[in-house]
């Protein structure tokens, strides 16, 4: 069984700073693309950023470019989500997930596990 748990989550002002983490057990993720999802009250879950299984390539949702990183960690089996000049329609549980692949996955289908999500609130 894989589980994925979130962190680093929390109440931040408009501008602010957060690094989400998200650590992986039950297997080694060395072959697993990995990514952030997020859902808003009263909206659909959105992809936010990914990563490839080794770390090459990532790819982010253009409202975030330039303010979120994503990466992971030297194990490989953590990935992080940096994000800078966080704005108020940041706010939204914000979900790591995984899959088996080699190349960047940015749908939600594409993705076989799920965490249980953390909380990001952005204060205006």
């Known amino acids: 069984q894989v589980h994925l748990i979130e962190s680093g989550g929390g109440l931040v002002q408009a501008g602010g700073s957060l690094r989400l983490s998200c650590a992986a057990s039950?297997?080694?993720?060395?072959?697993?693309?990995m990514g952030w999802f997020r859902q808003a009250p009263g909206k659909e879950r959105e992809f936010v950023a990914a990563?490839?299984?080794?770390?090459?390539?990532?790819y982010y949702l253009d409202s975030v470019k330039g303010r979120f990183t994503i990466s992971r960690g030297y194990a490989q089996n953590t990935v992080y989500l940096q994000m800078n000049s966080l704005k108020p329609e940041d706010t939204a549980v914000y979900y790591c997930?995984?899959?088996?692949?080699?190349?960047?996955?940015?749908?939600?289908?594409?993705?076989?596990?799920w965490g249980q999500g953390t909380q990001v609130t952005v204060s205006s």
């Open positions: 039950g297997r080694t993720f060395g072959s697993y693309a």
């Open positions: 990563i490839n299984s080794n770390g090459a390539s990532t």
């Open positions: 997930a995984a899959t088996v692949a080699l190349r960047v996955a940015v749908t939600a289908p594409e993705y076989k596990y």
